[in-house]
């Protein structure tokens, strides 16, 4: 009667729930419990780990119970995923060695790529303009400590023993 | 009267001509922080703050007050407009905000906002004038014991932020809370769930999280109906409100004064609870139950009003106790030291035009605020028409400066994109983010709490009881739990029963 | 040297940054040889020629944050060049200072490190990076004190008397720390240790929800910095007891030492000074030592002398190198007497 992805929304999301609760639980399980009326650190993350576990658990138990169909996952926006994320991933790793300019310039980029209806056309006026506005508005204008232009972009940075040997 | 004399002194300080040139500046650069996702107002007024050094005492609080409630009021235009709450007080406020927005009717949540928190600004400033000294004193009657139940409280609330199901909300809530519990220990210095990483040793950000699992997770759930639609919202309808929207709000939004007004009094976090604590009484309360959660008004203008009196009644600990409830007082204490004054319970008798002239001008500001954000309403609401595929790159670079500048670390941008893929498998999976996030703010402050009453007690858990006002809010909050799971659990028997 | 500046010019607005050359071990290397070799002709006759970074380990608001950034508006006067205030809060101090420790040591990013600097080594065992070496001290910027206070009800007019309570009725009295390894939590566990009481520690996240609980009577003392008494003690709301240095201070010459008071032995100092990564030039730590002192003398900061209980003393690298040694060792003994190491 019902498919089988449907109904297993619920049931994947108590395994997640329970498997995030044993997570919470084993890093925990070394941390001094203590007594309810002397607490140890270990005390609220143990009791709430088990919590979360029964919580799961009971979900779990009610998906495979149910009889009526729900609503399913859907299609995954796997391009989305790994673009967004990914543009923000790398934000990360290379805002401070190539700066906020270059940076957000690839970040819009990526971004932009995520969606079904990127052009170029569209994505780098729109990736140039991000750039150059949030560079004047966050560096120039509020005076943020970010790098405009990092270290990775000059040639001292890959050829110190060139720009000093040229003194 | 003297109170009529003190107003008075307070009226001719805040209406010099320099005082509302600099009231202006720091509402406008507020509103303007507020809107910018991430960018909040502790960043904002510390690379502000060796510009005061040259400005007369009351010229630079006033900026700087200004610019904290400035950014409150532009905190909520990006929770309607894109879901994406830059600070704890407007998780709620994006929850039907941005419903409402995406059925077209952004104009009428924004100026509930606009006019709640005027409206809540007004009272609650008028409360600070009269009474602010006795009201510090009742803040002080708040111990750990108290502080407990109230977070009790607030948890108890915080399950009513779901409209889904009752047992999904509660994982999120416990979820929240382990998650809220990372970092170190305050009371053994122990580290939890840090695995040696210092940027874990004070916890995760909640700007990052909440940007990562709203903002972000609503975008890749966004580019997954793509194909369905390429612009936000189709058809604005009405930037005003309705008549009949107008009377819906009045009652949300009296109640919500009240809320935020008191709790914004207590330093250890009341002004964070005042939002959803007004937001489940409406839910419960209001004759248009079903509509929350898919954009009912009374869900925006009951948290924004209680969000907007808490943050002006929050002024009150700092302005009379000399105490600072957040890290935006802390730095306005700062900035009075620097200024040769001292903070304390003096400042009112000392410093009478400073202390008249900042509630003055807090009243000012927000009538500034109104007046310039009600304009403004057309040009955020024109926003939403600019096709999708162009407005949410820049709303990720903007996330990504935001997680960024908090601490000025690359390391919350890492957890800001972690909690972007957690919060789209929370979508996929049917989970409700809001009282995630509500379980991670009150999580430390419920344990740090309880483990400090229980070691001020020496172990004797009847404390909670035998304190007049923790047993009050336990009882509220169990009688709350009642009104909340009974309907369900009846739901579910006769469920059971038709089959 | 004319290619040099050009390359200056270029990346005016090059920062570099800590991480970096964790992650690029070998260049991070390079560039450091590269950097002794070729910076003193060129470089360092016109240091300062860009912005200075001042790390402050802490988030903006609170005491040290706020001396940073005076300091930082002074040397700026001083130096013809922007010094500016980077906040890196984390880790009780321990992020900051890591980034200050893998810097490039030119001398555009120094640490304002204070009491936690001290107490890091000995409290915590996972620190990642070698306080004794990685750091070029400039100067000591400030000494400083914690005040004790109690409630205006508190029946303890006196230190002695708060003792003799404590003896009798080991194990009753509550003090508040800002959290573990503050100033205000070592402060107290050192009067513990030396007048031989077992008062209990209530940890708090920072110095005000720990002076609202004072305020309300749920704990009975605490040990703070006079900036965020000092208008409690003016309107009479908290009553001080004693001060930690060694000597009585000239904001409140009447209150005496807890030396004085009944504690033989008992000194607490809280300091804030400025350090550069190691392997700075010479030069550069000189001129950014002249600049410190001439930051110390200003009007601006002068006013923190009553406000803040600060004491400005002129001094050389070598004496913040000596002041902090024995603050060092003072805290590691205190961390072993008492049990304090985090696990």
Known sequence: MQDPIEKSRDLVGGVVVMALGAGFLLSARALPFGSSGKMGPGYFPIILSVILIALGGALAIAALRRSSSEGSFGHIAWRGVLLVVGAVIFFGLAMEGLGLAPALFAVVLAAAAASRYARVRTGLPLAIGLAAFCSLLFIKALGMPMPLVGPWLSTEFWWPAASSSLQ | ?499 | MKISNRIFALTGAVSTKGKLGARVPTLAAIMAVASITAAPSAALSEYPEKVIEIVVPFAPGGGTDTIARVLAEEMTKGLGQSVIVDNRPGASTMIGSKIVAEADPDGYTLLMASFAHAVNPSLNPNIQYDTATAFAPIALVAKSYNILVVNQDSPFKTVEELITYAKEHPGELNYGSFGNGTSAHLSAELFNHLAGTDITHVSYKGAAPALTDLLGGQIQMVFTSVASVAGQISSGALRPLAVTSAERSAAFPDLPTIAEAGVPGYVSDAWYGLYAPAGTPQEVIGVLNASVQKAIGSEALKKFEKSEGLIFEPGTPEDLAAFVKIQEDRWSEVAKAQGLSVE
């Open chain 2, 1 to 499: 009267m003297e109170l009529f004399s003190d107003l008075a002194l307070g009226v001719s300080t805040a209406l010099s001509p320099f005082n509302l040139l600099y009231c202006f500046i720091g509402v406008l650069l507020g509103t303007a922080i507020g809107v910018l996702p991430g960018l909040g107002p502790v960043a904002t007024i510390a690379m502000l703050l060796p510009l005061t050094f040259g400005l007369d005492p009351v010229s630079a609080l006033i900026m700087l007050a200004g610019i904290y409630y400035g950014a409150q009021y532009g905190g909520s235009t990006t929770a309607i407009l894109i879901n994406l709450p830059g600070e704890s007080s407007s998780v709620v406020t994006a929850i039907d905000g941005y419903q409402m927005a995406k059925k077209g009717r952004a104009g009428a949540a924004l100026a509930t906002a606009a006019l709640g928190s005027f409206f809540a600004g007004t009272v609650a400033t008028i409360l600070l004038a009269l009474a602010a000294p006795p009201l510090a004193a009742v803040a002080l009657k708040f111990g750990p014991t108290e502080y407990f139940s109230l977070m009790v409280l607030g948890l108890v609330a915080s399950v009513a932020l779901a409209s889904g199901s009752l047992l999904k909300a509660f994982i999120m809530i416990v979820l929240g809370l382990l998650l809220g519990l990372v970092g170190t220990d305050i009371e053994s210095g122990a580290q939890r769930f840090t695995f040696d990483t210092p940027e874990l040793m004070d916890g995760m950000n909640f700007v990052a999280l909440s940007m990562g699992v709203f903002g972000l997770g609503e975008i890749l759930r966004n580019l997954e109906h793509e194909q369905t639609r390429s612009v936000m919202v189709k058809r604005v309808s009405g930037l005003m409100l309705s008549k009949e929207e107008f009377k819906r709000i009045i009652g949300p939004v009296l109640r919500g004064t009240t809320i935020g007004s008191v709790l914004g009094i207590l330093p250890g976090g009341g002004a964070m609870l005042s939002s959803f604590a007004a937001y489940a009484l409406e839910k419960k309360s209001s004759p248009n139950k079903a509509e929350f959660g898919q954009g009912a008004i009374e869900g925006v203008a009951a948290p924004e009003a209680a969000n907007n009196a808490g943050a002006q009644t929050s002024f009150i600990p700092m302005l009379t106790l000399g105490i600072p409830s957040n890290s935006v007082m802390a730095l306005m204490i700062g900035a009075m030291i620097i200024q040769g004054i001292t903070p304390g319970p003096n400042v009112i008798t000392d410093e009478p035009t400073l202390f008249w002239g900042m509630i003055v001008s807090m009243w000012i500001g927000n009538l500034m605020l109104v007046l310039l954000n009600l304009p403004l309403i057309g040009l955020w609401v024109r926003m939403l028409t600019i096709p999708y595929h162009l407005l949410f790159p820049a709303i990720i670079a903007f996330c990504c400066i935001g997680a960024y500048s908090v601490n000025n670390s690359t390391f919350d941008v890492f957890i800001m994109a972690t909690f972007g893929l957690i919060g789209y498998g929370l979508i996929k999976l049917d989970f409700e983010p809001a009282p995630l996030l509500l379980g991670f703010i009150l999580g430390p402050m419920l344990e740090e709490n309880l483990r400090r009453a229980m070691l001020l007690s020496r172990g004797d858990p009847t404390v909670f009881v035998t304190h007049p006002i923790s047993l009050v809010m336990l009882l509220v909050a169990v009688i709350m739990l009642a009104v909340i799971v009974l309907p369900s659990i009846r739901a579910k028997r006769e469920e059971a029963f038709s089959e």
